[in-house]
């Protein structure tokens, strides 16, 4: 029951969070440019959850590890982050969406090739199944690339990277210290950034700080942290799996909270989605046979 809660209702969860703050993001952008954003969420986030690790006695561990986790999992996130702002403002939300969700198929591609790590067939077919659900429920009308969505494949690239840094060193530091950390080092640089390059007014928070407080203390402290909890001791491609569901939940967001209404394109780009879900979570025919 404990590994189920960890490595499966977790990443569900996170994925509900990140689905529901799309709206709070797009709102937070009208408002403010992206650095200063991904500035205030990571710093806020650091803050919160150092103050988490002090009140709970969290050992974090390794100081080494924890600088080495901190600086590739939070470089990582900075550039996704970023990347990501960009490429929302320049092309459709639905099809920033797909794309960004392709780390669903880099994850397993980067786990084969650099950690020689074994992926079944299974697990293949899953997230190829994963991919056709989101494209269905993600895009319409003409496919065509810009420089806009090349940032989103950076994006979708950078994120793969920061799951798999999150997999590399989830064994060895506490998941809130990881997080904490990750989060210290996409604030200092999105705030290094956002004074270099951008022009923020201080009344311009002002206009959206219920929607940064909520993407910053949700989005960022709590989904980050439960993906990280997650990916302790699971599969990360499992975990990217369960996660990708963001794109399903934002979906079902709007026809609860906007009164939106499903198609008949996404809804069965749902379906495959769902399908693609199961079929990645059942056992290994040698797992059952172990049981027996």
């Known amino acids: 029951m404990k590994h189920f809660v960890q490595h499966t209702l977790f990443p569900i969860l996170a994925a509900v969070i990140w689905g529901t703050a799309f709206s709070a993001q797009s709102v937070c952008s009208r408002y403010l440019p992206a650095f200063a954003v991904n500035a205030f969420r990571g710093l806020l986030s650091f803050a919160v959850l150092s103050l988490a690790c002090v009140l709970l006695h969290i050992k974090a561990g390794n100081r080494k590890d924890l600088i080495r986790a901190s600086l590739l999992c939070g470089t990582a996130l900075f550039l996704a982050t970023n990347a990501q702002q960009f490429g929302i403002g320049e092309t459709s939300a639905g099809k920033s969406g797909f794309i960004t969700a392709l780390y669903i198929v880099l994850v397993p591609l980067f786990s084969t090739v650099f950690l020689k790590k074994r992926i079944s067939g299974r697990i293949w077919v899953a997230v190829v199944i994963a991919v056709a659900g989101l494209f269905f429920l993600c895009v319409s009308g003409d496919f065509s690339v810009g420089i806009a969505d090349l940032a989103l494949l950076f994006c979708a690239v950078m994120f793969a990277v920061q799951i798999l840094g999150v997999d590399s060193f989830s064994e060895k530091i506490h998941p809130v210290a990881l997080s904490a950390g990750q989060f210290l080092i996409n ?71 906007l009164g939106e209404k499903l198609s008949g394109r996404e809804l069965f780009g749902c379906l495959l989605m769902t399908a693609a879900i199961i079929l990645a979570q059942l056992p290994e025919k040698s797992a059952v046979h172990a049981e027996s």
């Open 187 to 257: 604030g200092l640089l999105s705030l290094i950034c956002s004074l270099v390059f951008e022009s923020v007014s201080i009344q311009a928070f002002s206009f959206c700080i219920w929607q940064l407080l909520y993407v910053a203390l949700f989005s960022s402290c709590v989904a980050y942290t439960l993906q990280i909890f997650a990916q302790k001791g699971g599969n990360a491609t499992i975990v990217t799996l369960l996660l990708s569901l963001e794109s399903v939940f934002a979906l079902l967001g709007g026809m609860v909270l």
